[in-house]
């Protein structure tokens, strides 16, 4: 291994409406070997390790008040958290060195406008253009209703079912999730309306089984629901796996979708590396 040693380095455990990650505030000290692929599973390892959907590394930007840079539980760069993105806006508050007011960090998928909206952090992705409400390459199975596809950030497949609870998961979402049709593979969302509105279950890529919310995966799933015309109107609210609910405000204009991500983002504990 390569670099300083690890060993002491603090770092924060913080969730998203269930989804939850290891933060390193590496303004001051480079992540080093922590970026390693296998020091990111190991960090992510819920029994030898801390436990986490993903890692992330808050960095210094010379342009706007930090850089992101997240990690997937199997060690690999992901473009683009949604929650991880919520949770980064809440630490950076709370340490300090990003404004109560409306700011802007860069993420390897862009640079994002964020702020604290009613006590929780929201945050602006770019513009989603790549929107298919029939994906065409995958049929629907069993009592699936409808099956599209959007770019958000990362992709996504996204399928209404009559009920969530007995979404087979795990099996039709590993299954779809490295579709030949899918040049880089997706995260698939599976929804369906309850008397208390849209609840949502997601299979995500990099984890490689189900997680307890996806804020990108709110996002698909808001702007599909929009174009299927059973959403309701621009204010979508999806109620994740962890019981939290993720709110997405969408704006439409000169055909693509402008949507607003806003949840939880919360600071479980803080530590520090002992051995690895």
């Not at 609870?165 to 099996?171: F, P, S, T």
């Not at 039709?172 to 279950?201: C, E, I, T, Y």
């Not at 709110?218 to 204010?235: P, R």
């Amino acid at each position: 291994m390569k670099g300083a040693d690890p060993r002491a380095r603090p770092f924060y455990k913080m969730s998203g409406s269930g989804n939850d990650f290891v933060f390193f505030d590496c303004r001051g000290q480079p992540p080093g070997e922590l970026e390693e692929p296998d020091r990111i599973i190991a960090l992510c390892e819920r029994r030898s390790g801390i436990g986490a959907d993903g890692v992330v590394f808050i960095l210094p930007s010379p342009d706007h008040a930090y850089r992101m840079r997240y990690y997937n539980a199997d060690g690999s760069l992901g473009e683009l958290c949604g929650n991880a993105s919520l949770c980064s806006v809440r630490l950076t508050t709370e340490l300090g060195y990003a404004p109560k007011g409306s700011f802007q960090f860069e993420s390897d998928a862009g640079t994002l406008t964020a702020r604290l909206r009613d006590g929780l952090p929201e945050i602006d992705l770019d513009a989603v253009v790549d929107v298919q409400p029939v994906f065409a390459p995958i049929e629907k199975s069993g009592g699936e209703s409808d099956l599209g596809f959007a770019l958000a950030g990362v992709p996504h497949l996204v399928i209404t079912c009559p009920d969530v609870e007995d979404a087979d998961v795990l099996g039709r979402g590993a299954k779809l999730r490295s579709h030949p049709s899918l040049a880089h593979g997706a995260n698939v969302d599976f929804l369906s309306q309850g008397p208390s509105g849209w609840s949502m279950r997601t299979y995500e890529r990099g984890v490689e089984g189900e997680t307890l919310a996806c804020g990108t995966g709110a996002v698909a799933s808001a702007i599909l629901l929009n174009e299927w015309g059973k959403s309701g109107g621009d204010q979508v609210s999806l109620t994740t796996r962890s019981g939290r609910t993720l709110d997405v405000t969408l704006r439409r204009e000169d055909g693509a979708w402008y949507p607003s991500l806003r949840g939880e983002g919360r600071i479980v504990f803080e530590g520090r590396l002992g051995q690895l």
